[in-house]
Nanobody, 124 residues
Framework: QVQLVESGGGLVQAGGSLRLSCAAS????????MGWFRQAPGKEREFVAAISRSAGSTYYANSVKGRFGISRDNAKNTVYLQMNSLKPEDTAVYYC?????????????????WGQGTQVTVSE
């Protein structure tokens, strides 16, 4: 089992920045690729960003490319999502997830473990 706990969400004005963190415990963190997804009210969960086990590869949704950055610190068992130039349409609950052997970066059903989520609200 891998336990994931997100933090860093909150309320920010449009154009501002937030950094989300996801702390992992349990099995060896570096064995898992990590991803961030988000879900807005009334919408399906959507892929935001992902990073490979060694951090050698990163992936982004087109909607966040150039504004968001994903990184990980395997020594701290933590993955981060730096969010800049935030827009009201970025408002959602953000979830981190850990993917093992089935991992396909943008497919939520290939991730094995999920956090509880953290709310991000971007005001006009």
């Amino acid at each position: 089992q891998v336990q994931l706990v997100e933090s860093g969400g909150g309320l920010v004005q449009a154009g501002g920045s937030l950094r989300l963190s996801c702390a992992a415990s349990g099995r060896t963190f570096s064995n898992y690729a990590m991803g961030w997804f988000r879900q807005a009210p009334g919408k399906e969960r959507e892929f935001v960003a992902a990073i490979s086990r060694s951090a050698g590869s990163t992936y982004y949704a087109n909607s966040v490319k150039g504004r968001f950055g994903i990184s990980r610190d395997n020594a701290k068992n933590t993955v981060y999502l730096q969010m800049n130039s935030l827009k009201p349409e970025d408002t959602a609950v953000y979830y981190c997830a850990a993917g093992g052997s089935r991992w396909v970066y943008a497919r939520y059903n290939t991730y094995d473990y999920w956090g509880q989520g953290t709310q991000v609200t971007v005001s006009e």
